[in-house]
Structure formats: C-alpha cells, structure tokens
C-alpha cells in the first residue's frame, strides 16, 4: 500500500487498523495518528490473537523490511487482511505527511552511523600512534557495514535498540492487543 492511499483509507475508512512494529522507542519518535505499537519481536505471542482484527490491517515500520517480517508471521498464523506500507515510516515522512510524537529521540539509524564512525575515527587514530593492529577495528566496522548493507541487516542496530535509552516506555503490549481488537 502507498503513502497516498493509505492517507486517502484513514480519511474515508473507520475499519482501517495501524499496526506499527517498530521498538516501542521508535513508535514514540514519531507514528501516524491511530497506529498501534505492537514490536516485531513481541509480534509472535499475540499472533494468534491479531488474526482475529476484524477489517484490513495496515503493518508498518521504518523502511518496510520488519513490516514484510510481520505479514509472514500473521499469515502463518491465519490473518489475511493486511498490507505493508511501502516504504514505511520514511515514505511517509518523505510525503510530509504529520506524525503523532511522544517523545523526540535520535534515530536508531544516526545512532549506528555516529558509533560506527566514532569506530572507525578511533580505531584508524590507534593504528596510526599505537599500533598496527588496532586497524582492525575499522576494517571490522567496514565489513560489518558492507554486510548490513547486502543483507538489509544491521547487528550494531540490534545492539544499540536494547540500550535503555533505546527501549522507551514498557510497553504493555497485551492492553494494545486488546485495544486493537476492541
């Protein structure tokens, strides 16, 4: 589903539903309007449940990668009435479309770019004064960046979501299932 037609269902349909599965961080960063924050890593205990949502249910991330994961997920567990927002939350933004903000944080992508060159900016600075061996930290952060970018995977992301300042509020997550449902 596209930006544009998503905009043009929450204006006209009231059985739409959002299922945002971004971290509960990412979620209050900023999300459309109405959206529920279920986290993909939490998804497959209530899949059983979300089957049940009655109308089409709209699946959203930040770039349409972890959305694609969710509708698997479902469709294994029965549900057949979702669609991926193209693109995601960047599509969206892209749009200048309005979002719903709890809480301003730096994103999750700028954190990995700020510790992988923090890295590479020490671990060169090391080599060059202390020794050689230490340009193996940037060359590992290199291949490291070179895989995530190949695979669409990002291990220092999975790694920096599970700081505290990354986690958000706890996120009772069976309450939205069950406002979700409702």
Known sequence: MTVTELSSQLTTSRDLRLLDVRTAAEYENG??????NVPLDLLHE????????SGDVVLVCQSGRRAAQAEKLLQQSGMANMRVLDGGMQAWLGQGR????IR???SLERQVRMVAGAMVALGSLAALTLSPLAAAVPLMIGCGLVFAGATDTCAMGMLLAKLPYNRGAACDTEGIVRQFLA
């Open 46 to 53: 209530h899949a059983a449940e979300l089957r049940k949502a």
């Open 104 to 106: 301003a944080r730096v």
């Open 31 to 36: 999300h459309i309007a109405g959206a529920y």
């Open 98 to 101: 309005s979002v719903a903000r």
